[in-house]
Each structure stands twice: as C-alpha cells, then as structure tokens.
C-alpha cells in the first residue's frame, strides 16, 4: 500500500467515523439509538466483569492445584510459581 491510498484509507474512514458520531450524537433518531445501545453495553460490561472474576477463580483454584500436587510428590517449594504473584491481571 504506498502513501497516496494510506490518505485516502484514512481520509474514508475519518469520514465514515465522523457520519456515525453525528447520526448518533445530533440527530433525534441517534439519540434514540443511543438510549437502547446503553443498557445493552451495561450488560456487556457486566458479563465481562463477571468473565474476569472467574477467570481469576479458575488461576487461583489451577495455582492451588499445582502447589498440591506438588505436595504430594515431594517436591514443595518455598518461592512462588510466578516471579510477581501480586501483579495485576490484563483485564
């Protein structure tokens, strides 16, 4: 892709992103849109609030796991499996 259609991509897709915010940000049906859209966002966040709970539920219990397993074969270990266990997760 050489320069002059990287303009011209960007210059489109400006375009098209500007239209959308005016449609749904100054016009009486955007508005309207935006009003049903809302609600339906809450929910997805907090589906995906719900998704990271048990994703840190599931590492905890896989950590727990390991650490009995490794109990039971002898193989206790004092430092922890991961170099920063209190670090935050990407979600």
Request: hydrophobic fraction near 40%; avoid cysteine.
């Amino acid at each position: 892709m050489d320069g002059n259609s990287r303009i011209w991509a960007a210059t489109l897709t400006g375009a098209v992103l500007g239209a959308v915010a005016g449609y749904i940000f100054f016009t009486e049906d955007g508005r309207a849109f935006r009003r049903q859209l809302e609600p339906m966002l809450d929910d997805a966040l907090q589906e995906l609030r719900s998704f990271r709970h048990t994703v840190e539920k599931a590492a905890h219990v896989a950590g727990e796991g390991w650490k009995l397993l490794n109990e039971a074969i002898g193989e206790a270990d004092e430092r922890p499996r991961y170099s920063m266990p209190h670090q935050s997760t990407p979600f």
